[in-house]
């Protein structure tokens, strides 16, 4: 319909310049118009036009002719005429298109075809992949043919020239479309490539295409069309569409890992949730699952064991009637160091928090606590040292001394015990060390210590008001937020209902202390006070490399004292709150990996920053990844310095062959080893492409609107060749299309005179 009132393609018409053809001047164009318009206003308008007038009109006045020719109906009449006329002063101008077009035979076609095992996915009895050949052998292949050059490629892990469309199976393990295209601009940049075209479903196992590659297609200027196959909507399956946890952590801590669920075919339907550490199962639930399309987002806290490379694997027990059931299970590799944390606890009085702080960690295996009670102005009692020169000197003067430690506990305990150059140490040490700071309340604590006018107010979480008196001795119950509700810190049971229920149990705290607003981006777990003035009770925040907690009040025993003594909520509440105090805290050495597993991939990024003891940046250093290879054999890589990131390395290393990689990575200066690390990844084969079986629509469309091309569904595909005929890429030539012949223009010129003629009849002859 479309090319029948314009005559030629929509493309035509998106990608072409207007321009006049006849060479006159537009303002004499707009003039006559303005001219012809006036001319038939006077002739029907104009009270001394007599031949305009009935006989029995004329010897009215001149303003009562005015009146009677000045009605709705005339204006409309008026419109009609003056737009047919300007329509025809606008077709005399010869209106047209200039629009660039490939030059014939000249020019190169890269028609990518999805070869990847998504493909194969059966629809209406017949498998995306056929689809796609019968429409290329059919009709877009020949037609572009007649036009171009025509070269063919197998997309998976790369783009694969081919000889012919039988040479397609759907045996390629996963699509990296990015990649592929990436690659295509690489192999062709030296020839006339007018244009792309991909055929796929857009399941792209790299799950996004990257920024620099779209930039690098718009400066070629090379259109990327794109031809989505298969349907968009779930039929008849339930997907564990994403599997978030931290990839790192430390031995017997817990972990909260994050399922993005989505199914169709199932809604209101109970499911079971099933987490397995090594094959072992360490936790489960049953869920609801929502309405179709929609996702369903879970939280699942587990406990991670032992130290090394643990597999853990969330997975949805299949449901009747399913129909893709590989799809049910998600695994991530999770690296549990053997190292401890060490947590320096400095308190300025002997008080029951400390006592029942330390009782709680007898039992915890995976960190050490450090404390220094002042006893008297000039002594401090330690305990939990590594030898009696520790800390005999008091709190550490040198940051050597204190970035040893992962996490910092202060108490009851006045800020200006601490000197000058001590305050700023703490403050490098969550700044810079990322080392992680809690300051509890007390007498001597937070407002009534100091620390609302010290260089530490700044790291917390709140913002302390200025003054005394801010502590109290009163009761004080802890209750919930909805963010504590989320958080692992306020976790005292993993079902969340039975865990609010734990913490309305709880009985109230010995004593408070009123803190100020939270700040910008903290995240407030727990509060007290009356429903209509509560303020924070627990309150956390990132800091730098680091992060900072707030708990205002020194009488948390007071829930142990009062419980029953089987039950465990204060050492519970103390652990995972120390635990987070230190678990993103780094090592000198520390490495990150681009990717835990990699799916039918064979390629990761190593970063790893190095630091001296004193926590600078090191960028003299010699780092260098050994891997282990699965087969057997050490690979020994160097890492090259990152420009404009001090003290940072990265390495882009191969996994040649799926199994596990264990990884050491060691930094030196001279013959001094800084330090080192140690990490593991895996690479499995024959698992991405089970995942994501819809059409990708939003990124095929995204993909060639991005880069000058066009979205195609199998029903328009006949268009194809037509299209890609215009083209600024590659050979082109300018040409010209006249738009004064296009039938919408004559019909609208009838349109206008029909509509004049009805009404005249209508009303009478004006």
Not at 166 to 184: D, I, R, W
Not at 302 to 311: H, K, N, T, W, Y
């Amino acid at each position: 319909m479309f090319e029948w009132l314009f005559q030629y393609p929509r493309t035509v018409f998106e990608k072409g310049t207007f321009a006049f053809l006849s060479g006159w001047p537009v303002w004499l164009l707009v003039l006559l118009a303005l001219a012809v318009a006036a001319l038939l206003a006077w002739r029907l308008f104009w009270p001394e036009a007599a031949d305009a007038l009935p006989r029995e009109q004329r010897s009215f006045s001149f303003a009562q002719r005015l009146r009677l020719r000045l009605t709705a109906r005339g204006l409309v009449i008026w419109a009609l005429q003056a737009c047919f006329a300007a329509l025809v002063l606008f077709l005399l101008w010869r209106p047209g298109l200039e629009i660039s077009a490939l030059r014939s035979q000249q020019n190169i076609i890269a028609v990518l075809v999805d070869d990847s095992g998504s493909m194969l996915e059966s629809e209406n009895g017949e498998t995306r992949l056929s689809l796609a050949k019968r429409m290329l052998e059919q009709t877009i292949l020949p037609e572009l043919r007649d036009r171009f050059a025509v070269k063919v490629y197998s997309v998976g892990n790369r783009a694969t020239p081919v000889n012919g469309l039988a040479e397609l199976t759907g045996g390629a393990p996963s699509s990296h479309l990015g990649e592929s295209l990436a690659q295509l601009g690489r192999d062709t940049a030296n020839l006339p490539v007018g244009g792309v075209l991909l055929v796929s479903d857009g399941a792209d196992n790299r799950q996004a295409i990257r920024p620099e590659l779209l930039a690098e297609v718009r400066a070629r200027r090379v259109p990327i069309h794109t031809l989505g196959l298969g349907r968009t909507v779930m039929d008849r399956d339930v997907e564990v569409e994403d599997l978030r946890v931290a990839p790192r952590t430390f031995a017997s801590a817990k972990l909260s890992a994050q399922l993005t669920i989505r199914q169709g075919g199932f809604s209101g339907k109970p499911a079971r949730l099933t987490l397995k550490l090594d094959g072992k199962v360490v936790a489960n639930r049953e869920v609801l699952l929502p309405d179709d399309g929609r996702p369903l987002i879970e939280e699942i806290t587990f406990p991670v064991g032992d130290a090394g490379a643990r597999i853990l694997e969330a997975g949805i027990e299949p449901l009747e009637g399913e129909q893709n059931l590989a799809n049910n299970l998600r695994r991530q590799l999770i690296n549990i160091d053997p190292d401890k944390p060490r947590i320096l606890y400095v308190e300025g009085e002997p008080r029951w928090e400390l006592k029942f702080i330390r009782r709680a960690m007898e039992d915890e295996q995976t960190l050490e606590l450090v404390t220094m009670l002042r006893t008297t102005q000039n002594k401090i009692y330690r305990q939990g040292v590594r030898d009696g020169k520790e800390l005999e000197d008091g709190f550490p003067l040198r940051a050597e001394d204190l970035f040893g430690f992962s996490g910092l506990v202060v108490g009851a305990v006045e800020s200006n015990w601490f000197t000058p150059s001590q305050l700023d140490l703490i403050k490098r040490f969550v700044d810079e060390r990322g080392g992680g700071l809690l300051l509890l309340g007390g007498r001597s604590a937070l407002s009534d210590g100091g620390y609302a006018v010290s260089p530490l107010e700044s790291l917390l979480p709140v913002s302390l008001p200025v003054g005394s008196n801010t502590f109290s001795r009163n009761p004080a119950k802890a209750i919930l937020t909805a963010r504590g509700e989320e958080n692992l810190i306020t976790r005292l049971k993993d079902d969340p209902a039975e865990n609010r229920k734990a913490w309305a149990a709880l009985p109230e705290l010995a004593d408070a202390q009123r803190v100020g607003d939270p700040r910008p981006g903290a995240t407030v777990l727990l509060e007290t006070g009356q429903a209509n003035r509560r303020t924070p009770l627990l309150a956390t925040q990132r800091f730098g490399y680091g992060r900072s907690a707030v708990f205002a009040t020194g009488g948390s025993w007071k829930w142990q004292m009062l419980m029953d003594n089987k039950d465990d909520s204060l050492e519970i509440f103390w652990r995972q709150l120390l635990r987070w105090l230190v678990t993103d805290s780094p090592r000198q050495v520390s490495t990150e990996l681009s990717d835990q597993i990699l799916f039918d991939r064979s390629e990761l990024t190593f970063t790893t920053r190095v630091r001296d003891k004193q926590w600078k940046p090191v960028n003299d250093a010699t780092v260098v990844a050994r891997i282990s290879q699965p087969a057997g054999g050490v690979l020994e890589q160097r890492l090259e310095p990152v420009s404009g990131q001090p003290g940072e390395y990265r390495l882009r290393a191969a996994a040649p062959a799926a199994g596990t990689y264990i990884t050491e990575i060691v930094a030196t200066r001279g013959q001094e080893e800084v330090g080192r690390d140690a990490i593991t990844f895996r690479r499995e084969d024959g698992v991405a492409e089970a995942f994501g079986r819809l059409q990708n629509r939003p990124l095929l469309q995204a993909l060639s609107q991005r880069s000058g091309g066009n979205y195609y569904t199998p029903e328009d595909a006949s268009r194809i060749a037509a299209d890609m005929t215009y083209s600024e890429a590659g050979l082109t030539i300018r040409e010209t299309r006249d738009l004064w012949p296009l039938p919408v223009f004559f019909l609208l010129l009838l349109l206008l005179k029909s509509a004049e003629w009805l009404l005249r009849r209508r009303w009478g002859a004006l």
